[in-house]
Each structure stands twice: as C-alpha cells, then as structure tokens.
C-alpha cells in the first residue's frame, strides 16, 4: 500500500515535470512528436529505475556507515554519468532496435535535473530500497505522461495561429501551466 | 607522454583536490548544521509547552517523544512528533499534550507541503490556536461551516476540510498509540 | 586573429544579449521552482552565481592541462564541488533559505547555464574574461529570477522581499503561488521579451532603410 501511495504520488499528484518542475529541459526541447517524446520517456523511465537503484546502494550502504555525505552530489552526478554510458553501450550490443530508438537520447539524459533529483530526493526523504524502486518507477511514468501529452498538443498547436513573439518556448510554457491547472485535479487522491 | 595516463593522472587529482577541499568545508560546517537542526527542534518542543524548561528525549515505536519538564523539575506533559498523509503529501506536526494525554497544549506544523494559500493555511496562528486546551477525549473532532460547541472540537478551513481533517487524523492516531504506550509505563 | 571584445561588453552581454533564462532558455527549472518569492529567487541566484563564477575561473585557468576527451568529467567534478560547498554554507548560515530551496541547491550542478559557460566560453578563453563572462551570466540571471519571484511574490501574496505593497481589498491571486503560475508568468515573461525585441530590430531596420532612402534622396538631387 505504501509502495502504491510512493507511485501514485510520484507519478500523478506531485508530478516531476508539472509540480517538482524537474526536468524541464527535456519537456520543453523534445515534446515535440509524440513518438519521439515516447521513446524519450520510456529511456528516462529505464534510467531512472537503475539509478534509484544504483544510488541508494551508495548513499545508504557506502556514503553514509562510512561518513562520507559530503561527497554525495559529486559521486551522484559521476554515477549517473557513467550509468548513462553504460547503458547506451549495453543496449547497443543487446538490441539494434532499441538502440535506434532510444539511442540518440541517453546522451541527453546525463543532464535531466530529474535524476539527479530522484536520487537526491530519494535519499532526503530515506526512503527504503523498495520503496525507491517505486519512487524511480512513478517517477519515469510521470515524466512520460506529461511529456507525451504536451507532445500531443504540440502537434495540434503546429496549426494553430500563435502570435509571432510567442512561439517556441513562450507558448509551450503557457501550455504548461495550463496542464500543471489540471494535474492539480489529483491532488486529493492520496 | 601517454595521452591516456594523462587522462588518468588529471581526472585523479581534480576528484582528490575536490575530497580534501570537501572534507574540510564539512567538517567546518558540519557542527554548525547539527547546531541548527537541534536549535529548530527544541524551539518546537518549547512552543507547544509555554512553560517547560528543560525536556527528555523518549524513542518510541512511533517516533520521538519529548517528556517535558517545568523549573521546578516536575513533569508537564509530551511534545510529540508525528507525521501522515496530508492532501498533497506529508505533514509533520510537534503536538505538545499534557501527562495524562488527554488535553492538548498546542500544536505547530514543521512540515507541509498542502496547496499555498488554501491547505497551507494550517499554519497560520487562526488554526493552530483552536488546538490550545483542546480537550482530546476521546479524540480531537471536527466540525464544518459552523462554530465548534463541544470541547473536542475544531472547526475546518473553508477550502481546505482535508488539511484540517488531515491534522486531526495524525493527532488521534499518535496519541492513540502513546496511551497504548503509557498503559504499559513505558512514556 | 579574432578581434577582442572589450571587458564591459564581456560582461554586459550576459544581462540582455545572451540573457540565460529569456535568451538562451537554460536553467529552466530553478526558475520555476523557487520564484514563489523575490527573496527564494535572489537567494537561488546567488547561490548558482558563486558557483557559476569559481568554477568558471578555475576551468579556465587549467583548461590547457585537462585533456578534451575527460574535459566535461573534469568539469562536472569541479562544478559539484563548489555547488556541496555552496550547499553546506547555507545550511549552517542560512538554514531557512536552505530549507525553502530544498533540493534545487545541490540541482545547481546540473542547471546547464554553468556547464554551457564552462564548455561554450571558460574552455577557450583566460580567467579574466571568464570571471567577466560568469559575472555577466550571474547577473542576468539574477535579474531574471529576482523579476520572476517580485512579479509573483507580489501578485500572489501582495508583498515583495515581505513588505505589503498591494492594498488588503486586493484580492490575491492564487494561482501565482501555484506551480501553473511559475509556468504562465514564465511563458507571458519571455513571450514579452522577445515583443520588444522584434520591435527593436524593426526600428532598427526602419532607421537603416529610412537612411538609405534620404541619402538616395540627397544623391537624386545633388545630380539634378
């Protein structure tokens, strides 16, 4: 039930793209095809799992019975960096199509606030090794739900009559808002 | 020379300068943060006990229990930590009550994250002071849209009825638990 | 041999020119989140300043040493460093700005303002116009945060830095504090900027055909 309320409220209810305003970059730079905006998701959902795993096993198991929490956000943010590599190598070798798909947005991924924010987060709110499993799990769904619904008005937007001075990023923004209005629909539900 | 012993060699140094300046900044602030947090907590276990002076930390299976005393060394009552789900996610209360855990002193909210200007209007003073000398027998209620008459009693936000419901349910629950706690003398 | 831009210019372009949030839209989601207030907004500039300019300064000056193919991981490292030193003074100086900023301090190491400075300017040029550069960035943003949390602060809760300035029958608008407010403000903000810019350029290409035609003008005579 725990696990359940970690997911939901990570996914839905305190969204990390529309109310913890993580990883912006990306939503506002690659939401514009749903296709791609999917493919974009799914890879930061992957990564975001391997990280919540990989980096509570060094915060709770290495960093703190050691003492060494001061050197948290440097061995966080080299951590990522590495498992970013690693993974795109990986997929490479494992599946040719996968690759294609996702392959040109690992890169991108290394500085998605959103992971190094998962990590942080996950370890400001000690949160146990299931528990941030399902954390990084809501987390990617709630990063590709809003992505892929913004891209999905994106793609409606293209025809509409948008004043000069705001297109591109102006209007995406407004968009934005719009949605993080509606996502607040949820806020009761935990 | 080898580029990649270069690599090596550069990448090596930077991350062991970085851990020594690291260390040090941490063990200059180290002290002083710890200094803060227990600075924080203690003005919370006072403000829910006007006349407390000194306290007792007590672990429980629930959380962290303050025992408070008056100067002259005699017991006053608890100041309790307790958290749950709010409408968007936790809340974390200090409810300082007295020894037979029956009536509440006050309550202060240390962290919430409700809806600005509606849920999180719980920690304006207009809330918080319906709590002082609450009665909590047999448990903290609450009313809607009308003034509270029984002694047990609070009256609802407008706007924000599951904030406030909220904060009661996290009240009920941890004093339920710390009487099971009295019962068996361990507060 | 490239032509020198004089040091004033290092660093005023960072105010509008380049702008980070309204011209080169990095660093997005700091200013999103902690504008719910002007003093959050200075606090977080400051904060991603003092990091922006030493790691500039220190990248540049040993930017001959580090090889290309580690130079981001070296980057990063350095950057991460000054942003935990940055974090631990808050915490123990300020623990209340600390706690409103919540996890965007230790973010700064990925607000991609001070990576894209380090790549794009502190690796190719020397720690004087680097520390010019970071101060100029630091700036811009700092205004552009500071704009953000003061048009917020004030519509959302009547106040700026905490002092009253809309009278009490102002009723304040919600959702300005809301995080749909930090969205709308942002997109209305920059929707704005770039009205006059287009404005700018206009009046500028207006003055230059304008001049074009009474110079034809003068031409046509003097040849009468």
């Known amino acids: 039930m725990e696990l359940l309320i970690i997911f939901i409220s990570a996914a839905i209810v305190n969204n990390f793209v529309l109310s913890l305003f993580l990883g912006i970059c990306p939503f506002i730079g690659v939401s514009n095809k749903i296709s791609s905006s999917l493919s974009m998701g799914m890879a930061t959902t992957f990564v975001m799992v391997i990280t919540a795993v990989v980096s509570w096993i060094l915060y709770f198991k290495i960093l703190l019975p050691y003492n060494l929490k001061f050197l948290q956000i440097p061995s966080f943010i080299l951590v990522i960096a590495s498992l970013v590599q690693f993974v795109e190598m990986v997929i490479k070798k494992v599946s040719q199509p996968i690759y294609r798909s996702l392959g040109i947005f690992l890169p991108l991924i290394t500085t998605n606030c959103a992971i190094l924010g998962l990590a942080l987060l996950l370890s400001m709110r000690n949160y146990s090794f299931w528990e941030s499993i399902f954390f990084g799990l809501g987390a990617g769904a709630g990063f590709t739900m809003a992505l892929v619904i913004m891209a999905g008005i994106r793609e409606e937007l293209e025809m509409a009559d948008v004043p000069e001075a705001f297109k591109g990023a102006p209007i995406t923004l407004i968009t934005a808002g719009l949605l993080a209005l509606a996502f607040m629909g949820f806020a009761g539900m935990i | ?187 | 041999m490239k032509k020198q831009i004089s040091y004033w210019k290092e660093f005023s372009k960072g105010l509008w020119e380049i702008n980070p949030t309204f011209k080169q839209v990095l660093g997005m989601c700091p200013t999103l989140a902690v504008t719910v207030s002007a003093i959050n907004g200075v606090a977080m500039a400051l904060a991603t300043t003092f990091v922006l300019i030493f790691s500039s300064m220190l990248i540049s000056t040993i930017r001959k040493l580090v090889p290309s193919q580690v130079r981001i991981a070296a980057y990063i490292v350095i950057i991460a460093t000054f942003v935990t030193i940055a974090d631990f003074v808050m915490k123990a100086k300020f623990p209340e700005l600390s706690k409103a900023l919540g996890p965007f301090v230790p973010l700064i190491v990925v607000n991609c303002v001070i990576l894209g400075r380090a790549e794009a300017f502190a690796s190719k040029n020397n720690p004087l116009r680097s520390l010019l550069d970071a101060l100029g960035n630091g700036t811009g943003f700092l205004i552009a945060l500071t704009l953000m949390g003061s048009i917020r602060e004030l519509l959302g809760n009547r106040t700026i830095f905490g002092y009253q300035l809309l009278p009490e029958s102002f009723q304040p608008l919600l959702i300005m504090i809301l995080p749909a407010g930090a969205f709308i403000t942002l997109g209305l903000m920059m929707g704005l900027a770039n009205i006059y810019m287009n404005k700018k350029k206009k009046s500028e290409i207006d003055s230059v055909i304008s001049k074009y035609k009474e110079s034809k003008a003068t031409f046509e005579e003097s040849k009468a």
């Not at chain 2, 007590?58 to 008056?70: N, S, W």
């Not at chain 2, 100041?79 to 709010?86: A, L, Y």
């Not at chain 2, 047999?138 to 008459?149: D, L, R």
Request: hydrophobic share 40%.
């Open chain 2, 1 to 187: 020379m080898n580029n990649s012993i270069k690599m090596i060699i550069v990448l090596t140094s930077i991350a062991l300068v970085s851990g020594v300046v690291l260390s040090g900044v941490s063990n200059w602030a180290a002290p002083h943060i710890e200094s803060n947090r227990i600075a924080e907590t203690e003005a919370a276990i006072y403000l829910v006990h006007n006349n407390a002076r000194s306290y007792k930390k007590i672990e429980t299976e629930f959380g962290k229990v303050y025992k408070v005393y008056d100067e002259e060394g005699i017991p006053i009552g608890y100041s309790i930590v307790s958290e749950g789900n709010g409408f968007q996610g936790k809340i974390r209360l200090m409810i300082g009550v007295d020894t037979a855990l029956t009536k509440i002193t006050a309550i202060e909210i240390l962290e919430q994250v409700e809806t600005p200007g509606l849920g999180s209007r719980i920690t304006e003073d207009e809330f918080k002071n319906q709590f002082r000398n609450l009665s909590a027998q047999p448990s903290v209620n609450w009313v809607k849209g009308k003034t509270p008459e029984k002694p047990n009693e609070i009256e609802a936000i407008t706007g924000a009825t599951i904030s406030s419901k909220s904060v009661c349910a996290i009240i009920n629950d941890v004093l339920q638990k710390a009487r099971i706690e009295k019962q068996s003398n361990k507060l």
